[in-house]
């Protein structure tokens, strides 16, 4: 079962930022943030990920907090295309698998 | 790069047949993965290789499901007898290690409807 919780669904108006949010209660201290997206009938596309830092990719912006508890995918400037599921998912250094949860419907609305 | 190949796009098939789905991945990654995702969930992990070994095979159900890759590259997931509860949508991953850092890259599914 996914360790992560998500909100089922969130609308951000185009051209603002999307800020997805994600708890990661039982994260330990060498597990990753993973974020990952998939837009209707494609494969999930990763995004970013983070251990402890927050980090920054031409995609997103990926904050995590000090005790490493939640995390917060930031889309600057939401386009019509951004519209998808977004997973967010932690992740063992050991065993690379990723465990989904059911994600959050982001809607881009025009 | 060319990303992860999978075919078909589509299948449908009656229960109790069989059915096949192939992957390639990227050149040069060595892990493998098939995931299954029913309508309205998250992908769940069925299989990983690391090169043509089986890392991890605890969530594929092999009285039915077998899967292979032979020579560490292209990859066969077959389903023998399908049943109706196995429509759903097959992913196929790659990643270049198979190690934290080494993000996945999916394929973009084959549908399959078992009637």
């Known amino acids: 079962d996914a360790k992560t919780t998500q909100p089922p669904s969130m609308d951000c108006a185009e051209g603002r930022a999307a800020n997805l949010p994600c708890n990661h209660s039982?994260?330990?201290?060498?597990?990753?943030v993973y974020w990952y997206r998939q837009i209707h009938s494609q494969g999930p596309q990763y995004i970013i990920h983070?251990?402890?830092n927050n980090e920054t990719n031409e995609m997103a912006s990926l904050i995590i907090t000090e005790d490493r508890k939640s995390s917060t995918l930031i889309l600057p400037h939401a386009t019509l295309r951004d519209t998808a599921v977004y997973y967010c998912i932690d992740t063992g250094a050991g065993s690379y698998q990723l465990t989904f949860g059911k994600g959050t419907k982001l809607s881009v609305i025009p | 790069e060319a990303g992860v190949a999978q075919s078909p796009r589509y299948k449908i098939i009656e229960k109790r047949q069989s059915v096949a789905f192939w992957c390639n991945p990227i050149s040069g990654h060595a892990t493998l993965y098939w995931y299954q995702q029913i309508l309205g969930q998250g992908p769940k992990l069925l299989i990983q290789f690391q090169n043509n070994g089986v890392v991890d095979d605890s969530q594929l159900p092999k009285d039915r499901f077998s899967a292979e890759r032979l020579k560490g590259v292209d990859s066969t997931l077959k389903i023998q007898p399908a049943k109706l509860e196995d429509s759903a949508v097959y992913l196929c991953a790659s990643s270049l290690q198979g190690e934290v850092n080494s993000p996945l890259h999916f394929g973009n599914g084959t549908r399959l409807t078992v009637t």
């Open positions: 039982t994260i330990s201290g060498n597990e990753y």
């Open positions: 983070g251990l402890k």
